[in-house]
C-alpha cells in the first residue's frame, strides 16, 4: 500500500492539473482576502457574520475565517483531484495494472484516499498561506496572536480536509457501484445544495451534522465548543466507516 | 520450484443467464508458451480476468504459482497481464509510466527500466507520452508494463490486435526471447492463429465457454500433416483396406480419422471401396496441415457432437 501512495505521488507530481488547481486555489484565497467577499453553500449560515465580516476592519484572523466560509467552494474544485487520483484509474483503466500488481482491494482504497485527503490538506494549507500572506502584503493587523492564529488556520485546515473527505468518500462508493465518474462528480456538486435544500424544506435538525462546512465554519468561529462537536465527528467517522466498507465489499464484487 | 505455474479446476462462470465458462480445466506448465484458442465470446477474456482476479471466482479453484486462497494476491506479484486493451497513464511519458510501475512494485534497479524499455524496443519513444503512441507501440508499452516486474507468469490477452505485419514479427521474437532468455511462462490468446502457432509451445482450445481440447505443438503437427482426411466409423479395418488398396503412406490419428499424405489419390473411388467394405465415411477432406485447419475441423468435429 505504501507502494501504491509513493506511485499515486509520483504521477500526481508530473500531472499538470493538480499545479492549475493549486494556482486556481491560491488566486481564489487572493481574491477573497483582498475583496473581503466571501461566501459558500451550508445549511445554516452565519449569516449576520458575514455582513459583520464585510463591512469590519480586517485582520489576517478575520480573513482566515472568511477563508473558512469560502472553503466549501473549494470541493467543487477539488473535483479534479477527485478526477486525478481514482478518476482516471476507472476511465483509463490503469485499475488493472494496479490489481493485477498483487495489491490487495482495501489497499487500493485506503491507498487511493488517503492520497486525495493529503493532496486536499496541501491545497487548503496553500489556500489559507496565501490569504495570510496576502493580508500581510495589505497591510493587516494580525488580530490576534501569531501562535493562535496558526492554530486556528491548522485546526481549521484539518477540518476542512476531513470533511472534504467525507464527501469524497460517499463519491468513491458512487463511483464503484455505478463506474461513472460523471455521476460521482455530480454527487460531490449536489451533496451540499441537497443538504442545504433539504434542511430548509425538512427542517430536519439531524442534517446539521452532514452538513460539514457549516460546522467548519461554526468552529472556526468558536461557535461551538469541542463537546458538541463531537457527534459531528462521529458521525462524520460512521459514515467513513460505512463508505469503505461499502466500497470494499463493491469493488470485491465487481466485474473490473 | 512449482512446475505447475497455474491450474485452473472445474471453473465455471455465470453473466446473469449467460454462461461464459463451463466447468473449465486445464493447466499451465513452468516454461510453457500456452496459446488459448476460441471465438470472439468463447470465454477467453473471462478466464483470463478470473486469473488476474479482475472477475469474482464464483465456481471452481485456481491456483496460481501454488497459491489459491489467501495468498493470491502475493502469488500475483509474479504475474504480468496485459488484458483487453493495453493500459497506461495517457499524460505521463513511457519512461513515466515505467518508473510509476516500478514505484508500485517497489523495483528499486533504475537500469531495469532502460533494460525493459530498450528490451520492447520503445528506446526512441520514451519521452513521448502514451496518448501519442501509435496502437503497435501502446502494446509494446503495455507488455513493458506487465514485464517490468520481470514475472514468472505473462499473461496476454489478443496482444497482437492492431499491430502492422513487422510489428507483428517484432513481438513474435520479442515473446520467445522472453520464453528462452528469462524463462518466462505466456499465456497467450489471439485471433491471428498462425502467430499463435509459431510462438505457442501449447494450445488450449476453447469453445462457447468449453475447455474443448489441449494439444502440444508436436501432438498437432503430427494430427495436422497436409493430406486427405478421412473420417471413419471403423479405422481398423479402413486401415486394412488402405493398405490392400495401396494408397501409399497414412497415419491413423484416432479413433474416427487417418490422414493420407497421398493428395493425388481418387477421393471417389476411395470412398466407394470403403462404403463397400461396410465402412461409413463421415467426411473426406483436404488438409493443409495450419492452425487453422485444425481449429476448423475441430469445431465442425464440436458442432457434429453437438448435434
Known amino acids: 500500500m505504501i507502494n501504491q501512495l509513493r506511485a499515486d505521488f509520483y504521477r500526481q507530481t508530473h500531472t499538470f492539473g493538480h499545479y492549475l488547481l493549486l494556482i486556481l486555489v491560491i488566486l481564489f484565497s487572493v481574491i477573497t482576502v483582498y475583496s473581503k467577499n466571501v461566501g459558500g453553500i451550508m445549511v445554516s449560515a452565519p449569516a449576520d457574520f458575514l455582513g459583520r465580516l464585510a463591512n469590519m476592519q480586517w485582520t489576517l484572523l478575520s480573513g482566515t475565517r472568511g477563508l473558512t466560509i469560502s472553503s466549501s467552494v473549494l470541493m467543487y474544485a477539488f473535483i479534479s483531484i477527485f478526477v486525478m487520483v481514482i478518476g482516471y484509474e476507472f476511465s483509463q483503466q490503469t485499475y488493472k495494472n494496479t490489481l493485477v500488481s498483487g495489491i490487495s482491494r482495501s489497499g487500493f482504497i485506503i491507498a487511493k484516499f488517503v492520497t486525495m485527503l493529503l493532496d486536499i490538506f496541501i491545497q487548503v494549507i496553500a489556500f489559507y498561506l496565501a490569504g495570510i500572506l496576502t493580508g500581510i502584503a495589505l497591510g493587516r493587523k494580525i488580530g490576534t496572536s501569531w501562535g493562535n492564529l496558526f492554530s486556528t488556520t491548522l485546526l481549521t485546515a484539518v477540518i476542512v480536509t476531513f470533511f472534504i473527505g467525507v464527501v469524497f468518500s460517499m463519491a468513491i462508493v458512487i463511483l464503484m457501484l455505478t463506474s461513472s465518474l460523471i455521476g460521482s462528480a455530480i454527487f460531490i456538486v449536489a451533496f451540499p445544495m441537497l443538504i442545504s435544500i433539504l434542511s430548509m424544506i425538512t427542517k430536519w435538525n439531524w442534517l446539521k451534522y452532514i452538513d460539514f462546512f457549516s460546522v467548519t465554519v461554526k468552529i472556526s468561529l468558536k461557535e461551538i465548543t469541542v463537546n458538541q462537536f463531537q457527534p459531528y465527528i462521529w458521525t462524520s467517522f460512521a459514515i467513513l466507516a460505512v463508505c469503505f466498507g461499502l466500497a470494499l465489499t463493491i469493488i470485491k464484487r465487481k466485474e473490473l | ?307
Do not use: C, W
Open chain 2, 1 to 307: 520450484m512449482t512446475t505447475t505455474i497455474l491450474t485452473v479446476d472445474h471453473v465455471s462462470k455465470h453473466f446473469g443467464h449467460f454462461q461464459a465458462l463451463n466447468d473449465v480445466t486445464f493447466s499451465i506448465n513452468r516454461g510453457d508458451i500456452y496459446g488459448l484458442i476460441g471465438e470472439n465470446g468463447a470465454g477467453k477474456t473471462t478466464l483470463m480476468r478470473l486469473i488476474t482476479h479482475l472477475s469474482p471466482l464464483a465456481d471452481g479453484k485456481i491456483t496460481l504459482l501454488g497459491e489459491s486462497a489467501t495468498h493470491y494476491q502475493q502469488a500475483l506479484k509474479h504475474v504480468g497481464a496485459v488484458i483487453e486493451t493495453p493500459a497506461a497513464f495517457k499524460k505521463l511519458t513511457v519512461r513515466q509510466n515505467l518508473k510509476l510501475t516500478a514505484i508500485q512494485h517497489g523495483i528499486q534497479d533504475k537500469h531495469l527500466i532502460d533494460q525493459t524499455i530498450d528490451f520492447v524496443g520503445l528506446s526512441a519513444k520514451q519521452k513521448t507520452k502514451a496518448s501519442h503512441l501509435s496502437l503497435g507501440q501502446r502494446q509494446r508499452l503495455g507488455l513493458a508494463l506487465a514485464l517490468l516486474p520481470q514475472p514468472d507468469f505473462l499473461i496476454l490477452d489478443e496482444p497482437i490486435n492492431g499491430l502492422d505485419p513487422s510489428g507483428i514479427v517484432a513481438f513474435r521474437k520479442l515473446l520467445k526471447q522472453l520464453n528462452q532468455e528469462r524463462n518466462t511462462t505466456i499465456l497467450i490468446s489471439s485471433h491471428i492463429l498462425t502467430e499463435l502457432y509459431q510462438v505457442s509451445t501449447k494450445f488450449g482450445f476453447i469453445h462457447h465457454g468449453k475447455f474443448i481440447k489441449e494439444v502440444t505443438k508436436e501432438t498437432l503437427d503430427k494430427e495436422n500433416e497436409s493430406g486427405i482426411l478421412l473420417g471413419v466409423s471403423d479405422v481398423k479395418l479402413a486401415a486394412q483396406l488402405l493398405d490392400n488398396d495401396n494408397i501409399g503412406s497414412f497415419t491413423v490419428l484416432n479413433d474416427h480419422q487417418i490422414l493420407i499424405h497421398n493428395f493425388s489419390i481418387d477421393t471417389a473411388k476411395l470412398n466407394q471401396t470403403l462404403v463397400t467394405n461396410g465402412v461409413a465415411v463421415t467426411n473426406i477432406t483436404r488438409q493443409e496441415g495450419s492452425l487453422e485447419q485444425y481449429y476448423t475441423n475441430l469445431l465442425q468435429h464440436q458442432g457434429g457432437n453437438q448435434q
